[in-house]
C-alpha cells in the first residue's frame, strides 16, 4: 500500500528573492516560508553536529564549512537574520562505549603476549563480524525487496549499497590476516589500518596483528 503524503504549503510573502528548498515530502521544490511568517527575516536552524568520542576527521570539517556557506548565503544575500545552533551528538553513549573498548583493548595487550593466540582471536573476530555483516546486508536486501512505496525502496536500496561497501572492507580484512598467517605481514598491502571495530571486546585487527609482530 503507498502511503499518501499530505503537506499544506504556508502563505506565500510579496517581493525580494524567492528561496525555495526541495521538500522530500513532496518530492519537489516548495517555496521557503520561514516559521515566524512569509514577511519575517527571523530563521531559527539547529543542525545535528559531530559526535566527538574519536579524532577530528574531514566529515567534521565538510559539516563545518557546508553549513557555513549555507548560513552566509541566507543573511548576505536572502537577508535573513539566522539562529544557528549545532549540537554536540551522542556524549553518552558513544563516549562510554569508546572508553569500555579501549580499556579493555589496553588490558589485553598487557596480558595477552602469545602471538598465535592474538591471531587465534583476530580470526575468531573477523569471522564474527562477517557473519553479523551477512545478516544484516540480507534483511536489508529482504525490506527493500519487500517495499511498496518507492521511495523507501529507494533509501533500502541505498542503505543495501553501503552495506555491500561494509562488507567489500571486511573481506579486505580477511585477506590481510590471510597474508599475516601465511607469514606475509611486511607485504605492502598487508599492514594497512584497518579502523572497523571487530569484537564486542575492542579488538581490531590494526592492535592485533601489531602485538602478533612483537
Known sequence: MNRTREWFA????????????????????????????????QITWYACGPTVYDSAHMGHARNYVTFDVIRRVLEDYFGYNVLYVMNVTDVDDKIILRARRNHLLQRYK????????????????????????????????????????SR?????????????HKARQLQQVQQ???????GEGHAPGARWAVWHDLHPAGLRVQHLHMLAGR
Open 110 to 149: 598487557e596480558q595477552e603476549t602469545d602471538a598465535s593466540k592474538v591471531m587465534q582471536d583476530v580470526e575468531a573476530a573477523v569471522q564474527a563480524a562477517v557473519n553479523k555483516q551477512a545478516k544484516k546486508q540480507q534483511a536489508l536486501v529482504a525490506q527493500a525487496a519487500a517495499a511498496t512505496d
Open 10 to 41: 504556508p502563505p506565500a510573502g510579496d517581493g525580494g528573492p524567492v528561496l525555495q528548498f526541495y521538500n522530500s515530502l513532496v518530492d519537489e521544490k516548495v517555496p521557503f516560508i520561514p516559521a515566524a511568517g512569509a514577511n519575517s527575516k
Open 152 to 164: 523507501q525502496r529507494t533509501e533500502l536500496e541505498a542503505a543495501v549499497k553501503n552495506e555491500e
Open 176 to 182: 590481510a590476516l590471510a597474508g599475516l598467517l601465511a
